[in-house]
Nanobody
């Protein structure tokens, strides 16, 4: 059982930046692809970004490409999402997920999920 705990959410003005983190425990972190998803108000969960186990591969949703950067530190069992040029439509609960399979944007492929951290972007 892998436990994922997000942190770093908060309130930020449009155009600002924020970084959220996800700390993993209970498994071998380096074995997992890691992803970030988000749930915007009144909408279903959507893919944001993902990063491979150790080869540095990343994928991004078109809506965040060029603004968000996903990274990981396997020594710290932590994955990060740096969010720049934030927009009100980025307001969501940001959720971390882990996947033992191939690097993918598919929500269905991920095996473990965190509880999420709230990010609110004001206009």
């Amino acid at each position: 059982q892998v436990q994922l705990v997000e942190s770093g959410g908060g309130l930020v003005r449009a155009g600002g930046s924020l970084s959220v983190s996800c700390a993993a425990s209970g498994g071998t972190f380096s074995s997992y692809n890691m992803g970030w998803f988000r749930q915007r108000p009144g909408k279903e969960r959507e893919f944001v970004a993902a990063i491979g186990r150790n080869d540095g591969r990343t994928i991004y949703a078109d809506s965040v490409k060029g603004r968000f950067t996903i990274s990981r530190d396997n020594a710290k069992n932590t994955v990060y999402l740096q969010m720049n040029s934030l927009k009100p439509e980025d307001t969501a609960v940001y959720v971390c997920a882990a996947d033992l399979g191939r690097l993918t944007s598919s929500i269905r492929a991920y095996d473990y999920w965190g509880q999420g951290t709230q990010v609110t972007v004001s206009s």
